[in-house]
């Protein structure tokens, strides 16, 4: 049993550092754009921490590390991508792009960048939307991740009040300080996050007698696979499912593609270019923010793999971590930390994940408040039954009383999730995986349009926004068993989990609404091109 007054100790020093922070942030928000884009002048070590460390939730941690305790060691081809992707590509590729569009076009959010962009009120709206009915499912996910292991460590806190306390901490210096002090407050979660994971990794190698030693182990525990999962074509933890089996699309299409490919178009880790000064402050933020996305989502994984070998060990247990933790994938890693260390780790752990957790709520409480109050708010004030008064700020500007506002409702809209989400059967994962995928569905198509095409077609980009997001909720509702068994509404009007069989009913939402929203793309964009060329070609004879 940890130490009450430890751990009370401890989650009060922390909280009130963040509050600090916060109120730093404050002391410097002073407009508009200093709350959305924390005045465009943030230092390449806070934009790379703060980057990474939004990036990597208790999702990362809790959820997919869970998901590597049963699928094992293949998830860490989400790691590969993370790098590859998530930071590479992302700030050579897009990062300088989107700044020097977002300064260009004076954009201070996502859709706002994407709406200019286009030309189009349509299209900044709908992204708006797509990110207000979306991102609290996973504001949502990641508050559950932290509640769990915080209410399963401390004494005598109930779930409930672990919801209240993460959500009241952050909202307080996320409401008053605006990015400014998101960035601020990440720099330093950050900085507990890559300190923790080192501690508990390197405890877990010397645990389980080195890596060869663990990795070995974890191969032999190959046998023990249960026979659900043999048959869905999982070859052991150290190996890859069988190519196209249920397994193999659960680890591939389900995991590794919506998070390492829908990493290029979150909200919340786009609007992080636009605060940088200058391009070669970017450039610098690589390797801070490469170096953090491998030691966690590396180490995260790793552990969570080989906390088999330690449930198969430890003779309180004796069987695999999915079994031990009741079956319950969001428990195992919380399961593992609580009995394999002793109670100071403990507590390094949960200041971890509540520094994971606090540092990426509060970047998605921020876009939400941003998206509802400005983005929105912006196309909303034009309505006849708006008052004058509200409309009499200048155009462009933003209304930091109506931001605040926004992302208040955002947060208890996002609280309330959490309490009545179900705690169980890998939902930190699976939301979080559903959160990036409708972002890459919806906005990656017409986002990798915008920054490198040299003429950006409006009625491309609306189109495929369009059809990205209508065919991969229509998925997700009717289609993708895991997902529509969720939301129930399949069953409720069809009396079954999935309209369609296998292997259809397997195939992640992702795989169908990407390219067919790339395609809707590509065939307005070269239909318009084709009707250019030819009018050009036809007017000097009329």
Not at 29 to 39: Q, R
Request: hydrophobic fraction near 55%; charge should be positive; include cysteine.
């Amino acid at each position: 049993m940890v130490d009450s007054a430890l751990i009370w100790g401890a989650t009060i020093v922390y909280a009130a550092a963040m509050i600090y922070l916060g109120y730093l942030g404050w002391k410097k928000t002073k407009s508009g754009e200093d709350y959305l884009l924390a005045g465009k002048n943030v230092k390449s070590w806070i934009i790379g921490l703060s980057y990474g460390s939004t990036f990597i939730s208790t999702s990362a941690i809790v959820g997919f590390g869970g998901y590597a305790a049963i699928y094992g060691m293949g998830i860490i081809w989400l790691a590969a991508l993370n790098i590859a992707v998530g930071v590479l590509v992302a700030f050579v590729f897009f990062g300088k792009r989107v700044r020097k569009i977002g300064q260009r076009l004076k954009c201070q959010t996502f859709p706002e960048l994407l709406g200019r962009s286009y030309n189009s009120e349509f299209i900044r709206w709908f992204v708006a939307l797509v990110i207000l009915i979306g991102m609290p499912l996973y504001a949502a996910a990641v508050l559950i991740g932290g509640a769990i292991f915080m209410s399963n460590t401390i004494p005598g806190l109930l779930f409930s009040d672990a919801l209240l306390i993460f959500a009241i901490v952050t909202a307080i210096y996320v409401i008053t300080g605006g990015l400014r002090a998101v960035m601020y407050t990440d720099a330093l979660q950050g900085t507990l996050m890559v300190i923790g994971m080192i501690v508990i990794l390197a405890i877990t190698i010397t645990s389980l007698g080195g890596v060869e030693s663990a990795n070995q182990q974890l191969t032999d525990l190959a046998p023990q696979i249960p026979q659900a999962l043999k048959d869905q074509g999982m070859n052991g933890w150290t190996a890859f499912p069988s190519f196209l089996s249920e397994n193999w699309f659960s680890v591939v299409a389900t995991i590794i593609l919506p998070v390492g490919i829908g990493v290029l178009a979150q909200p919340q880790l786009a609007v992080r270019f636009m605060t940088a000064k200058n391009a070669k402050t970017l450039n610098r933020a690589v390797p801070v923010g490469g170096i953090f996305l491998i030691l966690m989502t590396g180490f995260a994984f790793t552990i969570g793999a080989w906390s088999n070998v330690y449930f198969w060990n430890n003779p309180d247990f004796h069987t695999i971590s999915f079994l031990a933790a009741g079956k319950d994938i969001d428990s195992i890693i919380p399961l593992y930390i609580n009995t394999s260390m002793d109670q100071t780790i403990v507590t390094m752990f949960m200041l971890t994940l509540l520094a994971a957790a606090m540092s990426t709520l509060s970047s998605l409480f921020h876009v939400m408040g941003s998206a509802a109050g400005y983005d929105l708010w912006a196309t909303v004030k034009k309505a006849k039954f708006i008052p004058q008064k509200w409309k009499a700020e200048e155009s462009g500007k933003t209304s930091l009383r109506i931001n605040r506002y926004a992302t208040i409702i955002m947060i208890v809209i996002s609280l309330a999730l959490a309490l009545v989400m179900p705690k169980k059967g890998g939902v930190i994962a699976i939301a979080t995986a559903m959160f990036f995928g409708v972002c890459a569905s919806a906005f990656l198509p017409l986002f990798v349009h915008t920054l490198f095409a040299k003429r950006p077609s409006k009625s491309a980009a609306r189109i495929s926004l369009a059809v990205g997001t209508s065919t991969w909720f229509a998925w997700t509702l009717f289609v993708f068993a895991k997902d529509s068994t969720v939301f129930g509404l399949t069953k409720a009007l069809f009396g079954s989990d999935s309209l369609l069989s296998k292997p259809w009913s397997i195939i992640d939402p992702i795989v169908i609404a990407l390219p067919l929203s790339t395609i809707a793309l590509l065939i307005v964009y070269y239909w318009e091109k084709r009707s250019r060329t030819e009018a050009a070609a036809v007017s000097p004879s009329t």
